[in-house]
């Protein structure tokens, strides 16, 4: 471990051994670095607790949706060499399988625009576990049967762990490698990771910190159809010196697989540059957290929490790890820059004592849901699936009641509905009898638009929690696929 340098990490030491114990979780993982220098690493709790190994600065963690930033670091290596273009249609580098343009056109859909989340892609995630029969497709499915644009190119931001599917079935295509040894090849080994993998390589299989639920139980190890958003395993060593150098700290061990003009233009907030906070190319951007700009990116998904967070005016960079879902990397984070940072310290403090913890609120209720005049009335259409269409019946009332049909099936209430910016939000019981949506009990989610005189989007099938063998809880992640709906008016109804 490195010294404890540069400021005092006492107070966060003590904060996160007494945090894991009051929440009963199983590691955390944490590094620090400024101006290239580490000052402080180490590992708190058990990587895997039935072996009793414990955790360390090296322990592969489950990054979840760190992977992003990683994965376009790869894809930016090919800009550089000249095979790729940021502002080209994706559907330039996808072979014969295409996007399916619902509205807008794909050839809006750039590489630059799924990087950032507003190609018009869809919510998407699923999760393959190694106890149950299914694994992930040929890409080429997937891009069959989900990569509909819902939403117009550049209309709005729509977080897509599809888009990094496609970005690293691009990877593979223009590199002729698969995406996990370009990763390792033109990445991992060149910034010194050796401890970091897409997935886990059988060699680094004794270093993985294991995933576990709220229940304490682990999960079975699972993977993906959307890799580049979400498969990638690292220390918190190693990606403490990935945060590094993209702080162009320019390590002598560490190769510049990148130039500095390409690190700065993907920590440009493109997808919203009217807005304080928005997204680049794979890094979150915030102009202005507790007066400071940061570049960061989060993980979570079953058993994993993680934090990787940036200060480019500052030359710091924060991991934390956890092998459970928690708060708490995201608590340590803000403690370690309040350690090193005077000035966040105080900003911090202020917000705190601004926004105390609210009181939890058993009995509030969720606000009256009020239809705009343009909905009111019968609204009759389909759902598109790669298995054929499915009829959709939508009503809505004065009241503010909405109630819906899929097919045949009952007419039921649509809860959680929200009108925002011109679009439904909302979910139903049902079922979408596709063979990917059946593979588990799901409900019904619509994220529809009003254009003109239709009313479209994506309805989506989404597993929630279910009960397992035996009535034990089975916590496990599952699935959200989309499929496009559209609806007009039944004529007379106002």
């Not at 030491?13 to 000052?39: C, F, K």
């Not at 102009?287 to 990787?308: C, F, I, K, P, Q």
């Not at 049902?430 to 239709?454: M, N, W």
């Amino acid at each position: 471990m490195a010294s404890n340098s540069g400021g005092s990490f006492d107070r966060v030491r003590e904060l996160t051994h007494s945090q894991l114990i009051e929440r009963a979780l199983p590691s955390l993982a944490v590094s620090v670095a400024r101006d290239g220098v580490i000052l402080w690493e180490e590992g708190f709790g058990w990587a895997d607790r039935a072996n009793r190994i414990a955790a360390t600065p090296h322990t592969l963690y489950s990054l979840a949706s760190i992977s992003k930033p990683i994965t376009t670091t790869g894809l930016m290596i090919l800009q550089e060499r000249g095979l790729l273009d940021l502002d080209r249609p994706i559907d330039d580098y996808l072979g014969d399988t295409k996007l399916t343009a619902r509205v807008g056109s794909a050839t809006d859909a750039t590489v630059r625009r799924v990087a950032n989340h507003t190609a018009g892609l869809p919510l998407h995630y699923q999760f393959f576990y190694v106890d149950q029969p299914h694994r992930p497709p040929p890409f080429d499915q997937t891009i069959r049967r989900y990569a509909n644009l819902i939403t117009i190119p550049g209309e709005r931001q729509q977080y897509s762990n599809l888009g990094y599917g496609l970005l690293d079935h691009v990877i593979a295509r223009l590199s002729g490698q698969s995406y996990a040894e370009w990763m390792r090849r033109e990445v991992f080994l060149p910034l010194g990771m050796t401890h970091a993998s897409v997935d886990i390589a059988p060699d680094l299989a004794p270093f993985q910190a294991i995933r576990y639920g709220a229940d304490g139980i682990s999960y079975p190890f699972y993977d993906f159809d959307h890799s580049g958003g979400s498969a990638v395993f690292c220390s918190a060593h190693d990606l403490v010196r990935f945060g590094m150098f993209h702080l162009k700290a320019h390590l002598d061990d560490q190769k510049a697989i990148l130039s500095d003009e390409t690190i700065d233009s993907m920590q440009v907030n493109t997808a919203a540059p009217e807005e304080p906070k928005g997204y680049g190319v794979g890094w979150s951007i915030n102009a202005d957290e507790h007066g400071y700009r940061t570049v960061a990116h989060s993980g979570g998904m079953g058993g994993v929490n993680t934090h990787l967070l940036l200060f480019p005016a500052e030359q710091l960079a924060i991991v934390v790890l956890a092998n459970a879902c928690s708060d708490l990397p995201y608590i340590v984070a803000a403690e370690i820059a309040a350690a090193v940072l005077p000035t966040y310290a105080e900003r911090l403090a202020a917000h705190r004592a601004e926004n105390p913890p609210s009181v939890e609120q058993a009995q509030s209720s969720e606000p009256a849901f009020a239809p705009p005049p343009e909905l009111l009335g019968d609204w009759h259409g389909t759902v598109r699936t790669y298995q054929g269409d499915i009829a959709l019946k939508i009503w809505f009332k004065e009241s503010g009641d909405i109630h819906a049909q899929l097919g045949d099936q009952l007419k039921t209430l649509v809860n959680h509905a929200e009108w925002t910016k011109g679009a439904l939000g909302g979910r139903m019981l049902g079922t979408i009898a596709t063979e990917d949506a059946t593979r588990r009990p799901h409900e019904v989610y619509f994220d529809l638009k009003l254009r003109d005189q239709l009313l479209n989007g994506a309805i989506y099938a989404v597993t929630p929690y279910q009960q397992g063998e035996g009535g034990a809880p089975d916590k496990r992640p599952g699935y959200a696929i989309s499929y496009w709906a559209e609806l007009s008016r039944v004529a007379g109804d106002q």
